[in-house]
């Protein structure tokens, strides 16, 4: 299972996230947790996935897509805590997640304007298959 935390409203934004994580993970069980975080709100964004997260199943995949760096060198990060996954930038939102383990993204082939899309999709896809 992978949800969505993002701060894109409705819009086909989020259909371009699912249809990678699809592509590459055709069973996939894609949940959106939510697309109403207030716009580059990185705090709201934190406590979102911080008070929904342990009510979805152990293994479940959190990809959060809140970026006002995306472009920029901020790291996008693999963390691990209580069973669950969480894959995201290094810009705070997952600051209240008590992180087990911790691995840095190191794919580069993305637009600088769309890691959601090109980074994190790819890789929550992979990690769950």
Do not use: C, Q, W
């Amino acid at each position: 299972m992978i949800t969505l935390t993002t701060d894109f409203g409705v819009s086909e934004y989020v259909g371009a996230m699912k249809g990678v994580i699809l592509s590459l993970n055709h069973s996939a069980l894609i949940v959106d947790a939510t697309h109403n975080i207030r716009p580059f709100d990185i705090r709201h964004a934190a406590y979102a996935v911080y008070s929904t997260f342990s009510f979805f199943p152990k293994e479940t995949v959190h990809v959060v897509v809140v970026d006002p760096g995306v472009g920029t060198e901020r790291k996008g990060l693999i963390m691990e805590s209580a069973g669950h996954f969480f894959v995201g930038p290094d810009n705070g939102v997952f600051s209240l997640i008590d992180a087990e383990r911790v691995f840095e993204i190191t794919e580069r082939k993305a637009s600088s304007t769309f890691h959601g899309r090109d980074v994190f999709a790819p890789v929550a896809a992979k990690i769950d298959m």
